[in-house]
C-alpha cells in the first residue's frame, strides 16, 4: 500500500538536455525552484508571469521537445511519457513547486498522481465555466489541443451547460501548435493559412456569432493577433495563464530567498533544427 503513495525513485529513462546540448543531472544554486513544464514554447506563455509573482526563486523550464506535440499523441503513451518526466525531473531539479503549463498533459494527470510529488502543483485548464460567465451571447468557443478537446475534464464540464441558450464551440487543431511554434522561430504566418483551417470546422456564420475564445493551449497566446483578425466579434480572450501562476503563489506564499531570479531551460533531445532554442532565450532562459 506503500507504493500508493510514494514516488518510485531511481527510474531514468529521460534526459535533461542544457541549451549546449549536455545531458544533466543536478543544477547547482542555493535559489528555490520553480519548475514550469510544457512540450514546446507554449510555456512561455505562462512563464512570463513568473517574475510578478516570484521574485527570490530560480525558473526550470522544460520542453519535452522530444515527444513534441502532445496534442494528438495516444493517451495512454502521454500520460505514461509525462508521469516518467515528471518524476525524474522533480527529482533531478528539486523544485519547491511546479506549473503543468500544458493544457494538454493536466487533463491527463490524476490529483493522485500530483499529490505523490508532495509539493505545490498547479495544472493549466481551460476555464470554461468562468468563461460562460463573461460572455453575454453564452456563445463560447475552445481552441485547444484534440487530446483536451476529447479529454474527461471537457467533457465533464459540457456536461453541465445544461441550459440550450448555450453555445459552445470545440475546435481541436494539432496545426495550431505548429503554427505557433514558427513564429516564435521568426516564421511569418499567413492569417489566411489559419482561417482556411479554421472554416474547415466551423461556418463563417458560427465565427462570427462567438464573443468569448478560451485559449485552451498554452501555444495560442502567441498566435492571439492572427485570430483576432479571424473572430472579430470577440469580446474576451480567456487565458489561464496569469491565474495559475497566482495560484501558485498561494499556494507557495513565500520565499526568503532575495537572490533574483535565474533561468534555466532544458530540453528532452537535442536539437538539430537552426534556432531552435531561440524563442527560449528571447524569454531569458538560457
Ligand atoms: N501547449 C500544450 C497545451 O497547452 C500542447 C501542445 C502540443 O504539444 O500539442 O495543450
Known amino acids: 500500500m506503500l507504493v500508493e503513495n510514494t514516488i518510485i525513485l531511481g527510474k531514468k529513462n529521460i534526459e535533461f538536455y542544457n541549451?549546449?546540448?549536455?545531458?544533466?543531472?543536478?543544477?547547482?544554486?542555493?535559489?528555490?525552484?520553480?519548475?514550469?513544464?510544457?512540450?514546446?514554447?507554449g510555456g512561455l506563455s505562462v512563464s512570463k508571469y513568473i517574475e510578478n509573482f516570484f521574485l527570490g526563486a530560480d525558473v526550470v523550464y522544460i520542453a519535452d521537445n522530444?515527444?513534441?506535440?502532445?496534442?494528438?499523441?495516444?493517451?495512454?503513451?502521454?500520460?505514461?511519457?509525462?508521469?516518467?518526466?515528471?518524476?525524474?525531473?522533480?527529482?533531478?531539479f528539486e523544485p519547491i513547486g511546479l506549473i503543468i503549463a500544458c493544457n494538454?498533459?493536466?487533463?491527463?494527470?490524476?490529483?493522485?498522481?500530483?499529490?505523490?510529488?508532495?509539493?505545490?502543483?498547479?495544472?493549466?485548464?481551460?476555464?470554461?465555466?468562468?468563461?460562460?460567465?463573461?460572455?453575454?451571447?453564452?456563445n463560447v468557443l475552445l481552441i485547444a489541443t484534440p487530446n483536451t478537446i476529447d479529454s474527461e475534464y471537457v467533457n465533464n464540464i459540457c456536461a453541465k451547460l445544461i441550459d440550450?441558450?448555450?453555445?459552445?464551440?470545440?475546435?481541436?487543431?494539432?496545426?495550431?501548435?505548429?503554427?505557433s511554434e514558427m513564429k516564435s522561430r521568426g516564421i511569418s504566418l499567413e492569417t489566411n493559412d489559419i482561417e482556411s483551417l479554421i472554416l474547415r470546422s466551423?461556418?463563417?456564420?458560427?465565427?462570427?456569432?462567438?464573443?468569448?475564445?478560451?485559449?485552451?493551449?498554452?501555444?495560442?497566446?502567441?498566435?492571439?493577433?492572427?485570430?483576432?483578425?479571424?473572430?472579430?466579434?470577440?469580446k474576451e480572450w480567456v487565458d489561464p495563464a496569469y491565474d495559475a501562476v497566482n495560484s501558485l503563489y498561494q499556494a507557495i506564499n513565500q520565499i526568503n530567498s532575495q537572490k533574483g531570479i535565474q533561468k534555466f531551460l532544458f530540453l528532452t533531445e537535442q536539437s538539430k533544427v537552426d534556432n531552435f532554442t531561440s524563442p527560449y532565450e528571447y524569454s531569458g532562459f538560457l
Do not use: W
Open 104 to 138: 494538454t498533459a493536466s487533463t491527463l494527470l490524476s490529483n493522485s498522481f500530483t499529490e505523490k510529488l508532495k509539493m505545490p502543483c498547479i495544472k493549466v485548464l481551460p476555464p470554461i465555466l468562468e468563461a460562460f460567465q463573461i460572455s453575454s451571447k453564452k
Open 19 to 41: 541549451a549546449n546540448g549536455d545531458s544533466i543531472e543536478k543544477i547547482n544554486t542555493d535559489s528555490p525552484r520553480i519548475l514550469i513544464f510544457d512540450s514546446g514554447v
Open 66 to 92: 522530444k515527444f513534441y506535440p502532445y496534442g494528438n499523441k495516444d493517451r495512454n503513451l502521454l500520460l505514461e511519457r509525462i508521469e516518467d518526466l515528471l518524476e525524474q525531473a522533480v527529482q533531478i
Open 164 to 179: 440550450d441558450k448555450f453555445i459552445f464551440k470545440k475546435l481541436g487543431l494539432t496545426e495550431l501548435v505548429n503554427f
Open 202 to 234: 466551423m461556418t463563417k456564420e458560427e465565427v462570427d456569432n462567438v464573443d468569448v475564445v478560451i485559449l485552451g493551449c498554452t501555444h495560442f497566446p502567441n498566435i492571439k493577433d492572427e485570430l483576432k483578425y479571424i473572430f472579430k466579434n470577440v
